[in-house]
């Protein structure tokens, strides 16, 4: 089993920053493609950027220039530092990832975190 981990969230005033994290944990052997999406309320998900294992980033272009999506392979992690927020941004952010496990059942599988609030005020 792999469980990922979103934090960071909050409330804050338009123009301000945050930074999310995703710590993937459990039955690890690689993670390929890690990615952010964002759910608004009566929105669908959408993607907000992706990165490879290589570090080739992909961003929405309503966040281009202003968020920065990385990661961290020795630690299993990643980060979306978010810049200039808009109330638009405001949504719940999900973690993804494609984990290929090991042990039992190990294959490629497609996990999802929990999602973390995250609220810009005007």
């Known amino acids: 089993q792999v469980q990922l981990v979103e934090s960071g969230g909050g409330l804050v005033q338009a123009g301000e920053s945050l930074r999310l994290s995703c710590a993937a944990s459990?039955?690890?052997?690689?993670?390929?493609?890690m990615a952010w999406y964002r759910q608004a309320p009566g929105k669908q998900r959408e993607l907000v950027a992706s990165?490879?294992?290589?570090?080739?980033?992909n961003y929405v272009d309503s966040v281009k220039g202003r968020f920065t999506i990385s990661r961290d392979n020795a630690k299993d992690t990643m980060f979306l530092q978010m810049n200039s927020l808009k109330p638009e941004d405001t949504a719940v952010y999900y973690c993804?990832?494609?984990?290929?496990?090991?042990?039992w059942g190990n294959g490629q599988y497609d996990y999802w975190g929990q999602g973390t609030q995250v609220t810009v005020s005007s």
């Open positions: 990165i490879t294992s290589e570090h080739h980033t």
């Open positions: 993804n990832a494609e984990v290929i496990t090991t042990g």
């Open positions: 459990g039955s690890i052997f690689n993670i390929n493609d």
